[in-house]
């Protein structure tokens, strides 16, 4: 196995995760097979019971896993599919070494940090480098490794010390280490993605922060193989020149990953600067890698960049705080416009701001939102927990079904769309969910029954899971292609009642597709709306940028008035 190692200097937030996934991109288009691996220092055994302001989304693999959000970075560039144990965290490795220790599996010895803990990493690595990820037989040629933090983090310190052993025992082959007297390393390479900021007036670019950075990692036993320097603007000549005399890294493996238009181009700035030459020099792949064809990356980063025309989507959610909690929405809201040819104008709005009490508290605030939201062309209801903001969510449901605004709910957003048809449409003014009102006299959503109440982590419904339609003659089953069922990731602790089903649908919402067991509900429509929708399940986990989720473009075709054109001439085979 070769390994690509991606690490960060200086700051945290520099894009290691993008980088890392661009590195991918460049290597799979040099005909190699590429597996990815993030390493979180954290001690949480995953980033399921993690507040999406702290870090971001946690993004669901299909086999349940709760990740971090890079994952989803690697399986949107890469096309793959990864596991949970592709992503690593300090908690799961001194979980395995303490388990390991309680049986008696180290016969009586100490265990330390090393060789313990540094073994239990690279045994981890090694084994989940093999695992295809990509739909084919036999292991991938690459695997990228991202670690995360920043170099000389404490909790990192662990996981520095196993890589540092893994570049040096990754040799070809015992007979080529007698040979050279010492480790042939031509297995491992390591990029270190490092800021040069711009400081003061002048403007001058500074390569201490990087000259600091690297010496802290070379102290630490690993030495950089090439340097991806981030800037807002292309780096000076002179600038790689003084890196490479003080970084001890040759000029032409310095890369420069300035600010892009979006994000795609990064790629590019790799193979243009023939990053994948001196990657593959050093894993000693050039005799069987081709040169690298990114024909149809470079069309799609291009194509958006050219795009004039815009939608506008009202994206009404708990944490709009930071964006990066809905990464994953965005990106396939993204995906789907560029396949309608128009770019999206995302309207942030906190759902509190739509609420009665901040009307009084917040006017100016409150005003804002309504007018955001009446302003907008479709409205989008994500994921999330707790009873912060739902009045304000049910209120943006109401709007977008009275005034046949295209509607997306997803997971608490279908949820949403039940309780406020309940409330509006059955008269049923106190149905709420049991997740904000155990005592509700009308319990609309329901905790799942195999659901824990005790334990957070990993207890709720996760992963792919199989959902069967009931009817093609609903917009979702044509936008799928009119499929028995499809299968899409979970992640929820609550479902609609079954009980309530029948008169929901007596009154008009129609619940077209459900589980394997036919009680559990994870598509709802309103037939007599243009496109108002809601599912249990999380589509934008499996959207790619050439494979747009079919929700999610079904809602921007709404939004631009271009989807009864579309399921015509699907139904027709165009």
Known sequence: MKYVLVTGGVVSGLGKGVTASSIGVVLKACGLRVTSIKIDPYLNTDAGTMSPFEHGEVFVLDDGGEVDLDLGNYERFLDVTLTKDNNITTGKIFQFVIEKERKGDYLGKTVQVVPH????????IESVAVIPVDGKEGPADVCVIELGGTVGDIESMPFIEALRQLSFFSWSSQEDCRKLDGPFTDNFCLVHVSLIPVIGVVGEQKTKPTQHSVRELRALGLTPHLLACRSAQPLLENVKEKLSQFCHVPASNILNIHDVPNIWHIPLLLRNQNAHDAILKQLNLLSIAMPPALKDWTMMAETYDN?????????????????????????????????CSVKPSIDWIAASDLEEDSAKLTPEAHAAAWETLKNAACVLVPGGFGDRGVRGMILAAKYARENNI?????CLGMQIAVIEFARSVLSLERADSNEFNANTPDPVVIFMPEGSRTHMGSTMRLGSRRTLFHTTNCITAKLYGNPQYVEERHRHRYEVNPEVIEVLEENGLKFVGKDETGKRMEILELPSHPFYVGVQFHPEFKSRPRRPSALFLGFILAATGKLEAHLKGHQNGI
């Open 117 to 124: 803990i540094t073994d239990a990493i690279k045994d981890w």
């Open 307 to 339: 795009l004039t025309n815009s939608v506008r989507i009202a994206m009404v959610g708990k944490y709009v705080g930071l964006t990066d909690s809905y990464l994953s929405v965005v990106k396939a809201l993204l995906h789907a416009c560029i396949a």
């Open 406 to 410: 295209p509607y997306l709910g997803i």
